[in-house]
């Protein structure tokens, strides 16, 4: 429990001061007019309070991926614990930030334009096309997992698609109304329930005390099937938005263009992640115990959406189980809805179609959902289809943030002074040995059953050497660029 505690005081700790300094390498200007003011047009810009911001952040990049993503992290044992907190801190948070504020000082544009203003525009190309195939992605794991929830827990007699219609149906009226009638009213409530089944789960912690594993009972490898999936890269990739995710700065331009005062930014996007690292760290503290030898149920093979019903069921009352289980159900959904509203914002981007008429927003919005309808039904028909899905969609989420450090890496030293662009560059670095590596030693998911586990690992740090001699050979510091001119 002591790691516990310390874990949770680094996390605020690094709110209060590492956010400030980042804050301040970015120099965030209260008197700079942003796009909500600037470009207000009753759609997707529209002016809203900063509490209300904040909340709808945070359950666009929450989904389950703090929740999940952690229970299936913490069967590597406590280096999950400080993955969770250090990459929240230096990686995670950093990321959410300053992808953002480069959104709000550019007319809140979407990340591929980003991308393409600072890696280039054949990176530009690539990225929109990745993306919008990845808010796909995420719109299929977040229609799966609440259907299949729903379906076991409150209506087992029902066929699953009534709920997967019933969910895809609610996406598309979400993706098309103004952000402020369906989400900006709903959405807080949402994130005050998340964040009260976290609370609920530390309230557990102090009644029935469970045993968690301290950091000083050792770092080791504790994952069920530790010889096929060593701690680098597989644990970086699985917990994802508890501590990194390149599903977040998608999610951004979004409230970059609801903001109304650039000193929003820190608590809105690096404070968001910052909550989302608390909340991870609770349910991989809760796992770690029930995934331990003092468990008092069996967890052997039980992967995410089983155990969030266990540790519902073990210690709550039905009551408060219920809703546990509800918030899970509406994390997962408040984010797919809003997964799906960035991919039409994307593709509305990059084809220049005004967004104001609901006939263009159908014109978008309908193929990307036709498409996500195909994919939901491959997932849900074959019994490996969601597995697959979701290994790809992990992967590809840590891809895109690593992408988005390099982009930003770029504008930093553009445009401030100093080596304060090792503020990205290191975790840059490291995200790239992660999903480098993970494609050649992974060996369900990548070529690690066909390539010997060291060649993968020497692949994985030659393709970061060869990204960081690239980085410094072509990439000079230009001056002033647009973005900080406007």
Not at 54 to 62: G, S, V, Y
Not at 402 to 419: C, D, H, P
Request: net charge positive; charged share 15%; hydrophobic share 55%.
């Amino acid at each position: 429990m002591i790691t516990f505690v310390v874990a949770i005081a680094l996390l605020v700790v690094g709110y209060l001061v590492y956010g400030r300094i980042v804050e301040k390498l970015f120099g965030a200007d209260p008197k700079r007019e942003t796009p909500a003011q600037y470009m207000a047009d009753g759609v997707d810009y529209v002016p809203m309070k900063p509490w209300r911001i904040f909340l709808i952040q945070f359950l666009n990049i929450a989904g389950v991926g703090p929740i999940c993503g952690a229970i299936m992290g913490a069967q590597f044992g406590t280096a999950s614990f400080l993955w969770i907190v250090f990459g929240s801190i230096f990686a995670g948070a950093v990321h959410d930030y300053l992808a953002g504020m480069m959104s709000l000082r550019d007319k809140g544009c979407s990340l591929p334009e980003i991308h393409g203003k600072y890696l280039g525009t054949g990176i530009k190309q690539f990225m929109r096309g990745f993306m919008v195939l990845l808010m796909i992605l995420v719109g299929v794991v977040f229609v799966n997992t609440p259907a299949i929830l729903l379906n076991q827990h409150f209506t087992p007699n029902w066929n699953i698609y009534i709920w997967v219609i019933i969910i895809l149906g609610y996406y598309l009226i979400a993706t098309l109304l103004p952000i402020d009638k369906l989400i900006g009213r709903i959405y807080p409530i949402f994130g005050f329930l998340l964040m009260g089944m976290a609370v609920a789960i530390v309230v557990a912690f102090i009644i029935y005390k469970p045993a968690i594993p301290e950091v000083w009972d050792g770092l080791q490898n504790t994952h069920p099937d530790a010889a096929h999936n060593p701690i680098f890269p597989m644990m970086f990739i699985s917990i994802a938005c508890g501590a990194i995710s390149g599903f977040h700065a998608t999610q951004s331009p979004l409230m970059a263009r609801c903001m109304t005062n650039e000193r929003q930014g820190r608590p809105i996007f690096y404070g968001a992640m910052i909550t989302e690292g608390v909340v991870a760290l609770i349910w991989a503290a809760a796992a770690a115990y029930f995934f331990g030898p003092e468990s008092p149920v069996d967890t052997a093979g039980k992967g995410g959406p089983a155990m969030v019903g266990i540790i519902a069921e073990t210690w709550f009352i039905p009551v408060i189980a219920t809703i546990t289980i509800l918030g899970v159900i509406s994390a997962a959904v408040t984010s797919g809805d809003t997964a799906l509203r960035s991919a039409r914002l994307i593709v509305s981007d990059f084809l220049h179609i005004d967004q104001k008429p609901i006939r263009n927003r159908l014109m978008v919005a309908v193929p990307i959902f036709v498409i996500t309808a195909i994919a939901l039904v491959y997932s849900l028909a074959d019994k490996q289809g969601f597995d697959v899905i979701w290994r790809y969609f992990a992967w590809a989420n840590q891809l895109l943030a690593t992408f988005t450090l390099w982009a930003i890496t770029v504008y930093l030293r553009r445009n401030k002074k100093g080596a304060w662009y090792l503020v990205t560059l290191l975790p840059g670095l490291f995200m790239t040995m992660v999903t480098g590596c993970f494609l050649f030693v992974a060996e369900k998911e990548g070529l690690g059953s066909v390539i010997p586990r060291p060649a993968g690992y020497a692949i994985g740090a030659a393709i970061t050497l060869f990204v960081l001699i690239i980085f410094c050979v072509k990439e000079r510091p230009k001056g002033v660029e647009p973005l900080d001119r406007m």
